[in-house]
């Protein structure tokens, strides 16, 4: 009788008694399927660096810029086929279909593994395999976690360098029996005896897999951002998110800033943006309210766990920004442009005559010549862009003017207020204050934007995007409206944050912004955060005016009022500082008006959204919509 033998697999972690198995035996195991030519584990030193930087501008994956305008920087250029994340690609491999929901990509586990095994068996032949131990935030942090990433790819072993702590003590504490999340990541390209590589090696075949029950991370034929510096999405997103889930915290795509107001008080905010809705403008704001400043804690990515006081505290488990390129200059960012003056890896921009380089947006004007990102020439009105659309800087979060001295504090910052925007021409107040914690997950539930070309799509429809997490939700989205819910019932009820939509793009009849946005934002911050300032007071006080005397708070003055609408808590005529603004006649009335029809229409598209996600919606989300078409109804 013959025995068939089972199809050969992926080498895993997890044992059969449900154990995480050692790092270096599973490193062995991974190197005895990919067959590197050389195994090299790092230390996160800057000699490692160096030594990494060099290999890579002798084999031209590097261009060193000027040392005088732009010291310690480089720019690469990705192969034109490798330039952004690749959704259709990217898997949830749950044990359960449902488990990944609606949104996302599933395979079956096994299936995957079985599949993944035939495209990377030999995958790092003729290469250098890099054992690369990671932490998300701290070593050692309350909050922290750790990971180590196999990967060919010196540049990504340099840009994990930056974008998170790579270090011995890592490897030390895993070897100690402490958890890691295990990542392996091949830019899927064997190079044969004498074969000749290429500056940025990649494959037309690309998987970016995650299995959640074992938080393992399979990444294989790209290079480029997400992709390969598993540390980001793939593990402070979607893995760290079924982590959260199940150890009752929190990973969102959301930046983190303390705002400090004149008298000394200090704030902190989280908030939630999806892409072309301001999220880095907010995360390095230049206050132009008198006496305010803000400091940046995190621009992308937030970890938020109950701390002993009943309060949410959160960390930025990166240590590096990975901004995008085109849109941020000095005119819309200068706090980030300061930022990326040295030591930066510049990746998709183009190259100016004098070694430095330049993007759309960067400047008012273009220079007269450039070499593009694909290492042609350019010239102004030749028909092309000079930078990819989604060209990036990747850079120390350190060198950030703003950053606070916070920042990496282990136990994280005590979060004030929790903030939800979208881009919206209509509807959507510039501000409004969720009348519960409810009632602001059903905020977030419902965050979306609006098309705003035929090339997007229809003009006008609304594109979803519930806490900014649609593409990096580790499970089913409408369970993880069900965690937010159930993490706020954690907490101290008059202690956690408190919820807010804002809306910095709508529009008048002709077309034009209402508000002018960018460092005038902050009057919107200054309202919202002292708002803040009602845990401290009575039950059902602060929607009326208060009385300054018997009201005064340690910023100085009462708690700026609201007036209630059918959805949330908008500032009350005077309460929103707009002194000196240019606004136009009618613009504020404009910027706060709820119109019933319109958002009862709303109302009924959120109903057809959350049909998407069947029985699993929250009741208590379904009762607050409810609640909505009451209140509309009035």
Not at 59 to 77: E, F, N
Not at 230 to 243: D, E, H, N, Q, V
Request: glycine fraction near 10%; include cysteine.
């Amino acid at each position: 009788m013959s025995i068939t033998a089972p199809a050969p697999t992926l080498p895993t972690t997890t044992t059969c008694d449900g154990r995480q198995l050692a790092a270096r035996a599973w490193v062995s195991a991974v190197a005895d399927l990919l067959e590197p030519d050389e195994i090299v584990w790092c230390d996160g030193s800057a000699d490692e660096r160096a030594r990494l930087t060099a290999l890579m501008v002798a084999q031209g994956t590097l261009v060193p810029l000027d040392p005088a305008k732009r010291p310690g920087s480089y720019l690469a250029r990705s192969d034109p086929s490798d330039v952004a994340r690749v959704e259709s690609r990217t898997f949830i491999c749950s044990r359960e279909r449902a488990d990944a929901g609606p949104t996302n990509n599933w395979r079956e586990p096994a299936e995957m593994r079985r599949e993944l095994h035939g495209v990377v068996a030999g995958a790092m032949r003729g290469r250098t395999m890099y054992v690369v131990p990671f932490s998300m935030g701290p070593v050692g942090g309350p909050i922290s976690q750790l990971g180590i990433e196999i990967t060919d790819s010196p540049y990504v072993v340099v840009s994990m360098h930056v974008m998170t702590r790579v270090s011995r003590e890592v490897l030390r504490l895993v070897d100690h029996g402490a958890p890691y999340v295990p990542a392996v990541h091949t830019v899927g390209a064997p190079l044969a005896p004498g074969q000749a590589d290429v500056p940025w090696p990649c494959s037309p075949t690309k998987y970016i897999a995650h299995f959640p029950e074992t938080r393992e991370i399979w990444s294989t034929g790209s290079g480029y951002g997400g992709n390969a510096l598993l540390g980001k999405k793939c593990f402070a997103l979607r893995i760290a998110s079924t982590m959260g889930r199940a150890e009752g915290w929190l990973a969102e795509h959301m930046l983190v800033i303390r705002a400090t107001s004149p008298q000394g008080r200090d704030y902190h905010l989280a908030a939630a943006f999806p892409s072309a809705c301001g999220k880095t403008n907010l995360a390095m704001l230049e206050p132009t309210m008198p006496g305010w400043t803000v400091e940046t804690i995190g621009d992308d990515i937030a970890w938020m766990r109950p701390g002993p006081d009943g309060r949410l505290r959160a960390i930025n488990p990166e240590a590096g920004f990975f901004g995008v390129a085109p849109g941020t200059g000095w005119s819309t960012n200068p706090t980030a442009m300061r930022t990326v003056a040295r030591d930066t890896i510049f990746t998709n921009v183009a190259l100016t005559d004098d070694g430095d380089v330049w993007w759309e947006g960067m400047t008012d004007e273009p220079p007269a010549h450039l070499v593009d990102w694909q290492g042609q020439d350019w010239t102004p009105g030749c028909g092309r862009p000079a930078a990819h659309p989604n060209a990036r800087f990747t850079v120390a979060a350190a060198q950030c003017p703003t950053i606070s001295p916070d920042w990496e504090a282990p136990e994280g910052v005590p979060i004030d207020a929790i903030v939800f925007g979208g881009r919206r021409a209509s509807n959507v107040p510039l501000v409004a204050e969720a009348f519960s914690w409810e009632h602001g997950v059903l905020m977030g539930a419902t965050v979306s934007s609006e098309q705003t070309a035929a090339a997007e799509g229809t003009v006008g429809e609304l594109r979803r995007d519930p806490f900014a997490m649609l593409p990096f939700c580790g499970y089913n989205m409408a369970d993880h409206w069900q965690h937010w819910l159930d993490v706020g019932a954690s907490l101290d009820a008059e202690r956690r944050p408190m919820i807010f939509q804002v809306n910095w793009f709508r529009k008048d009849s002709d077309g034009r912004f209402l508000w002018p946005g960018f460092g005038e934002n902050s009057r919107v911050v200054e309202w919202l955060l002292r708002r803040t300032d009602l845990r401290t007071r009575p039950e059902g006080a602060g929607t009326e005016r208060p009385d300054a005397e018997d009201d005064a708070r340690p910023w100085g003055g009462p708690v700026p009022e609201a007036r209630p609408t059918a959805v949330g808590r908008v500032p009350a005529d005077g309460a929103l500082d707009v002194t000196g603004l240019a606004l136009a006649e009618g613009a504020l009335a404009e910027l706060f008006r709820v119109d019933p029809a319109a958002w009862r229409r709303e109302a009924d598209l959120t109903e057809e959204f959350f049909t998407t996600f069947g029985d699993r919606v929250p009741a208590a989300l379904r009762r607050e919509l409810a609640a909505l078409r009451d209140r509309l109804s009035r």
